[in-house]
């Protein structure tokens, strides 16, 4: 009816759909989350939720995306007209996360070449705080922070060069080149990680199972939280990733694919993250406790420091990371750029290079504003507004609305299920239409509760 682009083979589709998934969250999120939220006991929960939300929330998106050929709110007006503005509001979380995920990979690419002479010295978070990220040059015009807006206006060029060029010749030949790269230059700083001094001391810190944690429910919410997040599930990404699936193509396959390929990544940064942190624990003569991190902190202040301790080729490994970093970044921010490039080609039937141009443009320049004096502040809040508000409540409309007010899991399962290997059966539904709502029903009055005290 529409000649809508297709990927040209299913690996190009899977690869950008892991592309999407794999960012930074499998990197510096989830080590931390694990080991935070029962270490190896918490390898239960992640499973379950996994496997009653991750996956079966993965296969109904891919469907829904198939079955409708449309960005996500054309997919969900095609549904029923009456939902279109739930697309739009998952494609405006995504435009929101651009913004400044974009900020994030500039930082990367800035300490990829710090790493060469290790630029950062001893005191690497006066480094990144005092140094990097202000503004200290008063001639410098309008206020923007010199070290950061040069690799932002880089990571800009690249996402949009790669946009522009459409979705065979553009998203799915990238994904092709820097997912293999990504995996082969990640197994190399996980394997230089596991064989250094004291690695033993972190994987045993980080596996060590502390079971009383199970009975937490803060530990479950964390992890369907990891796993929504870390999977790209209800940001408008998955659907409008599927929408290019030719007809024949096998969904459920596609989505275990998907989800244990992201899953085994996780466990990869997991390993690599904390036998460095053993390392350096060891380093100091001071316990795992004292060193965690996660986020910004272990990416920008902890990792620059082990790396100053590294035995050799310290600048080699360095940059080797921040590329990794760099790598995983991009693959994800083309996918959520994408969401609202679709969003806008579709509803107003403008050209690819016009909605690249208009949607991609706008978020390039909201993003320059953190690049700004203060800029930072407003970083944070963007970062927390999602995480608190965004992605849970996002997933629970969309699950509600499909299978509680339209009560499509069947016509979803059918569709699914006529053109996929995998059966899908019962557990499909109970997960969507039960267990997953009430997980994050709980998540959203949870959530509620911790920011009004
Ligand atoms: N899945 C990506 C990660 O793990 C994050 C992401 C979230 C990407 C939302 C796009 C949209 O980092």
């Not at 624990?281 to 082990?306: H, R």
């Not at 009430?438 to 959203?444: D, Q, R, S």
Request: some cysteine.
């Amino acid at each position: 009816m529409e000649n809508r682009p297709q990927w040209g083979t299913r690996a190009g589709f899977v690869l950008a759909a892991i592309g999407s998934a794999v960012g930074l969250g499998n990197i510096w999120r989830f080590p931390a989350v694990a080991y935070e939220n029962g270490g190896g006991a918490f390898f239960l929960p992640y499973l379950f939720a996994l496997l009653t939300a991750g996956i079966p929330l993965l296969i109904m998106e891919f469907t829904l995306g198939h079955k409708y050929r449309g960005s996500a709110p054309l997919t969900f007006a095609r549904l029923n007209k009456k939902f279109e503005w739930l697309g739009w509001w998952q494609v405006a979380i995504s435009f929101v996360i651009a913004t400044y995920y974009s900020v994030i990979i500039a930082w990367a690419l800035s300490f990829t070449v710090f790493s060469f002479d290790l630029k950062w010295g001893s005191d690497t978070e006066g480094f990144l705080f005092g140094e990097y990220l202000q503004y200290s040059d008063p001639g410098t015009v309008g206020g923007i922070v010199p070290g950061v807006f040069i690799p932002l206006i880089l990571v800009w060029i690249i996402t949009l060069g790669i946009l522009f060029k459409g979705v065979k010749k553009g998203i799915e030949v990238a994904n092709k080149v820097m997912i293999p790269a990504l995996v082969i230059l990640f197994l190399i700083v996980v394997i230089r990680s596991v064989t250094l001094e004291g690695a033993a001391v972190g994987l045993e810190a980080f596996f060590k199972p502390n079971w009383s944690q199970i009975a937490n429910p803060q530990v479950w919410v964390a992890a369907y939280g990891q796993i929504f997040f870390s999977l790209s599930i209800a940001f408008a990404i998955m659907i409008t990733y599927s929408s290019y699936l030719p007809k024949k193509t096998d969904i459920t396959n596609n989505a275990f694919i998907t989800g244990f390929a992201n899953s085994s990544v996780e466990l990869l940064a997991g390993i690599g993250v904390f036998a460095a942190l053993g390392f350096m624990a060891t380093q100091a003569g001071v316990s795992i406790d004292e060193v965690v991190a996660g986020g910004v902190g272990l990416a920008f202040v902890v990792f620059p420091q082990i790396i100053n301790e590294f035995p050799a080729l310290n600048g080699f490994f360095g940059s080797l990371f921040f590329i990794c970093l760099s790598l995983a970044g991009l693959t994800s921010l083309i996918s959520i750029v994408e969401t609202f490039v679709a969003g806008v080609e579709d509803k107003f039937k403008v050209s690819r290079i016009k909605s690249v141009a208009i949607g991609g443009g706008l978020a390039a320049l909201i993003s320059i504003l953190y690049a700004t004096r203060g800029g930072l502040n407003f970083l944070d809040a963007a970062d927390y507004f999602i995480n608190q508000f965004g992605v849970a409540l996002a997933g629970l409309v969309e699950v509600i609305v499909v299978a509680w007010f339209l009560k499509e899991l069947k016509n979803i399962r059918d569709h699914a299920n006529n053109i996929s290997d995998i059966r899908i059966s019962t557990w499909w539904n109970i997960s969507l239409g039960i267990i997953t709502p009430i997980v994050l029903g709980f998540m959203m009055v949870q959530n509620i509760i911790t920011n009004i005290k």
